[in-house]
């Protein structure tokens, strides 16, 4: 049987892959792995004061969030768990929350950049931090005893879990983002995408807080246009906003908030790995860049490692996934990691990818140094890369298909040390992500294609040979 999990939670189609019912046997199971059963005792008033374990339950505004969240608080009541509910918040909030509160975990319901038809459950254990896979494999087990009928006995009369609403306990979230803000923000013009999302409300109250005069787009959601031609994964209206309002730059941030791009003031993209690269010289400066070492992926470009080389900053790459990244900072002691796509995280502030606080950290170094984004972010210059998602294929065989190995070989000899492929399965969405990068664009896209045909030919189903092929490019 499959892995639930992916990597980044659990993932599906509402109500079709991602049901009530696999919702709750999995907050179930979640409870009985993470609630701490010591007699741990929250200081957060009613939820914990019985000696119950205590979890932040926050959403995105999905149309399906409403009944997956009403599937997760039954779950976790239900086993004895106190339910803290803040509402719709981003996913780096619940995860400071969980740890603010001083909850035993957390449980975030998103699908992140995916389309609203998709949603998500993601947990986060004590101290607002990612499960490790062994701790998912724990809950994934407990998930198949309970449909196989090995319950416990369960809490009942006042040993069952209470339910709270606390909406105010998103003022403190915006404390946070405050707090970490090395800069004020007096003086710039900034646009705000937040995708119809989870950040539609605290985004710009964070920015205007931080005296940005901000421009709102894409922020009203209601449950059905979460992500839609907007936010993140769309740039072009924030790129429309930015030069009719002559803005000093654009944020946009994916519908739970963990992952924010850039535009600057002639509308030009800011990715993830640009973003890294401006914010590892402001904190080498500021003396906070722990080992002088940044954490990305292997989807970071080729010119985000040259960048950091001619800069004298270390570069330790991971597997793709914040997670990992993740792990790889808080084993070495690092300070700053993140993708391409952008998660970006910043230790010091936050235990997951934020992207509300990532741009107010790359408007506050506009702002303290008097540089126009665009001058920031060409301390990396990016080399020709062209991504291209091959849909509609087996992605479990991408790693034994040797017709498919063959086919990456020759390509890796014509690029030669100039140029690299990587591919890889999704972890949460059903596909496979062909990467390509050549100093010559037009050789970077012949080459990606060739290698996209490829895995469809190699791993479609059966006769099914016509699944989609979607590409997204970028070039540098």
């Keep these: 049987m499959a892995r639930l999990f992916g990597t980044d939670g659990v993932r599906g189609v509402a109500n079709v892959e991602l049901t009530a019912e696999l919702a709750l046997g999995l907050a179930a199971a979640a409870a009985e792995v993470l609630g701490d059963r010591d007699g741990h005792r929250g200081s957060n008033g009613a939820p914990g004061a019985a000696g119950r374990p205590v979890a932040v339950v926050g959403r995105d505004p999905r149309a399906s969030g409403e009944f997956l969240e009403a599937a997760v608080v039954a779950g976790l009541a239900g086993r004895g768990v106190d339910v803290i509910r803040p509402g719709v918040l981003p996913t780096p909030a619940v995860a ?50 309970l449909l196989d009928g090995k319950h416990r006995d369960l809490p009942v009369g006042a040993g069952v879990g209470r339910v709270v609403e606390r909406p105010e306990v998103a003022e403190r979230y915006l404390d946070h983002l405050a707090s970490a803000l090395p800069h004020r923000l007096d003086g710039l013009t900034v646009v705000l995408d937040t995708a119809h999302g989870a950040a539609s409300t605290i985004a710009p109250a964070a920015f205007e807080r931080a005296g940005a005069r ?78 002088n070492t940044v954490v990305a992926t292997v989807m970071s ?135 390509v990068e050549a100093p010559d664009a037009d050789q970077a896209r012949r080459v990606a294609d060739e290698l996209a045909e490829v895995v469809r030919a190699e791993l479609t189903p059966g006769d099914a040979l016509n699944g989609s092929v979607n590409d997204s490019v970028r070039t540098g």
């Design 301 to 435: 470009n080729l010119g985000f490692k040259l960048a950091m080389e001619r800069e004298g900053i270390e570069l330790r790459q991971t597997a793709v996934g914040d997670r990992y990244v993740l792990e790889e900072m808080t084993a070495g002691g690092f300070a700053l990691g993140g993708e391409q796509s952008g998660h970006v995280i910043a230790l010091d502030h936050a235990t997951t990818g934020d992207g509300t606080l990532t741009g107010l950290l790359l408007a506050a170094r506009v702002a303290a140094t008097g540089r126009p984004l665009a001058d920031l972010a060409a301390v990396m210059t990016r080399l020709p890369q062209v991504l291209v998602n091959v849909r509609g294929v087996d992605k479990a065989r991408v790693g034994e298909c040797a017709g498919l190995a063959t086919a990456v070989a020759a390509a890796e000899r014509e690029l030669g040390t100039t140029g690299r492929v990587l591919l890889r399965p999704s972890g949460t969405e059903p596909l496979v992500r062909v990467m």
């Design 214 to 291: 901000v421009i709102t787009i894409g922020a009203s959601p209601d449950g059905l246009n979460i992500n839609d031609g907007c936010g993140s994964t769309h740039l072009a209206p924030l790129r429309a906003a930015v030069l009719e309002h002559g803005a000093d730059l654009g944020i946009a941030v994916d519908g739970d908030a963990d992952r924010c791009l850039a535009v600057d003031a002639a509308g030009e993209e800011v990715d993830g790995d640009r973003i890294l690269a401006v914010l590892a010289l402001a904190m080498r400066e500021a003396g906070t860049l722990r080992g």
């Design 96 to 145: 400071h929350l969980t740890e603010a509160l001083d909850a035993d975990f957390g449980v975030m319901l998103s699908a992140s950049h995916n389309p609203m038809p998709d949603n998500g459950i993601k947990f986060f254990a004590r101290g607002g931090r990612k499960l490790p896979d062994a701790l998912e494999d724990r809950i994934e087990e407990r998930y198949r005893e």
